[in-house]
């Protein structure tokens, strides 16, 4: 049974090329990688300077990603509707970037 997360998702999906996997997931893994190290730090009692400075690390590497993934959408999904004359996908991205910028 697939574990919801709270967020809505659509019935759509999306087939990747190799590169595109590779890459997201590399960035991907460095934001796990933060996490863990996050987590760590917590269970080892660190300071919490050095927590806020491993967070800033963390989310860097969750905006990256984003971006990435961002850019990918829009040269693929965004456009090959577009393209066809569908906006939809468009105006999806849109409130979901309203929503990223909150």
Do not use: P, W
């Amino acid at each position: 049974m697939a574990r919801s997360t709270g967020a809505k998702s659509s019935n759509r999906t999306k087939k990747r090329t190799e590169e595109e996997e590779k890459a997201l997931t590399n960035r991907l893994n460095r934001a796990i990688g933060q996490l863990n190290g996050i987590k760590r730090m917590l269970e080892n009692d660190a300071y919490c300077q050095d927590i806020l400075v491993q967070t800033t690390a963390a989310t860097a590497a969750i905006n990256s990603f984003s971006k990435l993934l961002i850019s990918y959408h829009l040269k693929s999904c965004v456009k090959n509707d577009l393209r066809k004359g569908d906006v939809s996908s468009l105006d999806e991205f849109l409130k979901t970037l309203e929503k990223m910028l909150k």
